[in-house]
């Protein structure tokens, strides 16, 4: 079986994504619970897919991995 090599600028984003994802869904006012329609936490799985696949397949730019010369 070949190994895909995964791009790891894409995965580095895709984390940094629901970090950022993840602080804007749970803001809300002091004593507040937040408000967020249920299609809101479909944005993690669905938007880690597209910027993975992004840099894996359209950008093929990866700042981690240096070319072996």
């Known amino acids: 079986m070949r190994k895909k090599d995964r791009n790891v600028t894409g995965i580095v984003l895709a984390v940094i994504y629901c970090v950022v994802l993840f602080e804007i ?3 809300a006012p002091p004593g507040e619970a937040p408000m967020n329609p249920p299609w809101a936490y479909a944005m993690f799985p669905l938007g880690v897919v597209v910027i993975t696949s992004l840099f894996d397949y359209v950008i093929k730019f990866d700042f981690f991995k ?3 010369e």
Do not use: G
């Open 25 to 27: 869904l749970i803001d």
């Open 66 to 68: 240096k070319k072996k």
